[in-house]
């Protein structure tokens, strides 16, 4: 994500080292209350009652309160060391004025507030592990945009999308896993990925395995890629919309996707409908996203043991 993006989905949920020690509690008190407001937070719940789940909800209605409050008195501090707001179980330290620096808050926090733009490059990470992971990646596509996302799905598919059995030998009819087995005697594996925002996405496939053969299992992996963006066949096609749909059934099984799907999306899962709509999708379809692809600027990052692994300008 550093590699594809400059901001925001390029930072780090991290702290980065640079700011270790810097970061102060007015800054950290501007964060939370920018960025934690009651008109930005979504909750949502199952098998519990509504009337519960209002109680949950309750103390959040005066968030924004606390933010409007909180906005004045880190841009004019007044010497108030901490108030409390009565019933939201919120205690809120400010600094004396002596102790704020002369930062524009707005400013530091604008770029989160972009949307994602996709750029394109490389990242190289050394490390003394033995292995190598390699991740080859194009801009993909929204979750928001549902044609486009179903077709990135088969074609994902189409791609293979690893081993789905435990100890399983990667082969079968996974085109990427299959062509890097054979290229490393089954010393690397290989995936599709397909990774969906709200306004961005990356498409591509990651490499992972020993060192030392991570130049064949790149290189076997990127002929695959290329040949199957190129020659979108409808048998191909077929076969992956089953197990899209596979995987979709998979996903819904779990209580945690189908309150990402509401949380993220606003509106549950219909495996029902979402079936209907991937039978819709045409080879056409498909083509035309891996079309969409191919015309994309490059993204590459490895970490690990990457003395053998290949550059980006190798594989353009």
Known sequence: HRAAYRYNLGNSVYCPESMVGSVNSAMLTYFLVDHFRGEDITVVGSGIEQGELEKFVEPLETLDEVYEEIMDLLEDPRGRTSFDYSGSEYAIAVPEREEVDIVDMED???????????????????NTSPDATFIFAKQGVSYNNERDLLASGILQMILGTGISMKYGSGGGSHKLSSAVCQATDRKCSATGININYSDSGLFGYAVRGTGYEMR???????????????????????????????AYGYYAENDANLMYEIGTKGRALDLNALFQSIDQISQQDVAKFADK?????????????????????ELE
Do not use: C, W
């Open 108 to 126: 530091i926090f604008k770029i989160p507030h972009l949307p994602a733009k996709y750029y394109g490059g490389e990242l190289r990470i050394k």
């Open 216 to 246: 064949a299992a790149v290189e076997a992996a990127n002929k695959v890629f290329k040949e199957t963006l190129s020659d979108i066949k409808s048998s191909d096609v077929e076969a992956a919309k089953n197990k899209l749909k596979s």
């Open 293 to 313: 692809v191919k015309a994309s600027p490059s993204t590459a990052s490895s970490a690990g043991n990457i003395m053998n692994t290949p550059v980006l300008q």
